[in-house]
């Protein structure tokens, strides 16, 4: 499957943003997905993840919950990442990525296979 993350961009603080990762070549309803973001000179970090198929289980960075939400349109092959409220400090690349199955390390970035190119997210102040 390959993936391509979309819908970044220059917000204020408090702002509102959805980010998009639509997939091709397979079905997404076949993958769980995590958004995971990388700021400049950090590391990559786990943002938010969706189950598959139809995303019953949902999970978050304690630094996102309340503020993003998860949500996966398999009709669309899309996965969306909400982000509202957003602060200078979600300043980052996001990725979206792609694994099969439902259990494990779901915040690992090593557990998932497919990755997207990723979309630049600036917050200013």
């Known amino acids: 499957v390959q993936l391509q993350a979309y819908g970044g961009g220059l917000v204020q603080a408090g702002d509102s943003l959805i980010l998009s990762c639509a997939a091709s070549g397979h079905a997404l309803s076949s993958y769980a997905v995590g958004w995971f973001r990388q700021a400049p000179e950090k590391e990559r970090e786990f943002v938010a993840f969706?189950?598959?198929?139809?995303?019953?289980?949902?999970y978050y960075a304690d630094s996102v919950k309340g503020r993003f939400t998860i949500s996966r349109d398999n009709g669309k092959n899309t996965v969306f990442l909400q982000m509202n409220g957003l602060k200078p400090e979600d300043t980052a690349v996001y990725y979206c990525?792609?694994?099969?199955?439902?259990?494990?390390?779901?915040?690992?970035?090593?557990?998932?296979?497919?990755w997207g190119q990723g979309t630049l997210v600036t917050v200013s102040s």
């Open positions: 969706i189950s598959w198929p139809s995303g019953t289980k949902r």
């Open positions: 990525a792609a694994r099969q199955g439902n259990n494990g390390r779901y915040s690992y970035t090593g557990d998932y296979r497919y």
